[in-house]
């Protein structure tokens, strides 16, 4: 059987374009391969848009769009701002760790942070009283306020929304929170860049304090910059002279202390809130820092490393019964050496997996919301611990992240727990005086960390755990 020949449309022109209508054919069949490729084109989108507008299903056309939506929002390749931003992100952050779970309690936390805000934008003890400067209910209070540490609280309440994608300029669900935090912490600064409440607490420069708000205001310039915006000039006014008070303030050894006062040895715990200030600041693109200064401050932790076991100790020698040092050891080395590949990174990692394994061990089987007080777990360990791992990635990050992730989980205040629901009762070392916006700022940045900043090195759960 045959097919008269003219009625099959030329697949080659036989011989090339021997004239000019030969010629044109040709070129109307370019158009035409390139029209309909075109149009495939827009039928694909067409379809991928249209599952994008229905409500998600299990089908398998609505898990192919899912995984389409996955590749084109890549975590590791996106300004840090639109990645801690990123709606879709219950759509990855299971192959780095997160679960739901986790991401309900953020969402929480935040409610509970953003209730308890006071009226002239700071966080203190006082804004949990049930007084009309505070923001519970009268009979509702929320118990554990903690000391008057306004300044830090408000730095770590700032930088808990802004790790969850509020920022003072892109009108999210928080912005007015975080912009109202950030103008409070720029009017409490001296003239000489020290971030501190005169009116409560000491009246003297506290550097923890100091660090936390620093490290806050040049978190939110570094939004800004990684958008290309410019940051608001209150904030990078503010961060470039709280920087600059970081460097007067640095001790003789490289590290910093309690106060502004330069004499006797530093520790690596106060150290650390400096450092991450610095590097924001830096990345922020807002001031100069220094590189004597880091030079300097490399070799205080130097001096606190513990060859032997790979942990930093809080002094050259002297350690605390925390690991929280050993996390901060490692943070310095991730970023701001920016030596991921250290030694100390991986000796430490292995140490705070095996610990967090090993503490948790006899608290699993416990009932959950006694399993913190079973550990010697606490929310400062957690916080830096995390964050740390986190960079560190491996087998060592999934160890540490299972346990941490749903010990803080399971210790959440519920909903039926009056006014206190989406808190974290203050529970551990150091709790009893930060209080609570201390323990509840503090598990929401922990839980909180698969977006805070980027890692090629954590995604190493299954993507089919989700
Ligand atoms: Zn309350």
């Not at 300004?79 to 991401?103: D, F, H, K, M, V």
């Not at 490393?305 to 991730?334: C, W």
């Not at 399993?371 to 611990?385: E, L």
Request: with cysteine; hydrophobic share 35%; proline share 5%.
């Amino acid at each position: 059987m045959s097919f008269p020949q003219s009625s099959l449309p030329p697949v080659v022109p036989v011989g090339g374009p021997s004239d000019e209508t030969d010629h044109r054919r040709q070129r109307r069949l370019q158009h035409l391969t390139d029209a309909s490729i075109a149009l495939l084109l827009l039928l694909t989108l067409g379809i991928v848009f249209v599952t994008d507008l229905r409500s998600p299903g299990r089908d398998a056309l609505y898990a192919h769009n899912a995984s389409f939506a996955r590749f084109l929002f890549d975590p590791l390749h996106v300004p840090i701002a639109e990645l801690r931003q990123n709606p879709q992100r219950q759509e990855w952050i299971g192959a780095y760790g997160g679960t739901a779970e986790s991401e309900a309690a953020v969402r929480r936390g935040l409610d509970w942070l953003a209730r308890h805000q006071s009226v002239d934008g700071h966080w203190g003890p006082d804004s949990l009283h049930a007084r009309p400067d505070g923001r519970c209910k009268k009979g509702d209070a929320c118990p554990a306020g903690g000391s008057e540490h306004r300044v830090a609280l408000t730095g770590l309440a700032v930088l808990a929304f802004q790790a969850g994608g509020h920022y003072d300029f892109n009108n999210s669900e928080y912005s007015e929170c975080v912009r109202h935090g950030l103008d409070w912490l720029a009017a409490h600064q001296r003239p000489d860049g020290c971030l501190l409440d005169r009116d409560h607490g000491t009246g003297i420069c506290n550097m923890y304090e100091h660090g936390i708000a620093a490290f806050a205001l040049a978190d939110a310039c570094e939004m800004s910059a990684s958008l290309q915006r410019e940051p608001d000039d209150r904030y990078g006014q503010a961060t470039q002279n709280a920087v600059k008070f970081i460097h007067y303030t640095q001790h003789q050894d490289g590290g910093w202390r309690y106060t502004e006062d330069r004499d006797g040895p530093s520790d690596v715990s106060v150290s650390g809130w400096q450092v991450l200030a610095l590097k924001a600041a830096r990345r922020a693109g807002v001031t100069e820092v220094n590189e004597e200064c880091i030079t300097r401050m490399e070799g205080f932790f130097k001096r606190c490393e513990d060859k032997a076991s790979g942990r930093t100790f809080y002094q050259p020698g002297h350690n605390l019964p925390s690991d929280a040092p050993t996390a901060i050891g490692m943070l310095v080395h991730q970023f701001i050496l920016e030596q991921p590949d250290s030694p100390l990174i991986v000796g430490g990692a292995k140490y705070l997996a095996s610990e967090a394994e090993s503490s948790f061990k006899h608290g699993r089987k416990q009932p959950k919301k006694k399993r913190f007080a079973a550990s010697p777990g606490d929310f400062y360990t957690f916080y830096n611990g995390t964050l740390a791992m986190f960079q560190a990635g491996g087998q060592t990050w999934k160890r540490w992240n299972n346990v941490v992730r749903d010990t803080l989980v399971d210790h959440q205040c519920d909903e039926d727990e009056g006014c206190r629901r989406g808190s974290w009762d203050p529970l551990g070392r150091w709790s009893p005086e930060g209080g609570r916006v201390y323990s509840t700022a503090l598990a929401v940045l922990t839980l909180e960390v698969y977006y805070r900043y980027q890692s090629e090195l954590a995604k190493v759960y299954p993507e089919s755990a989700r």
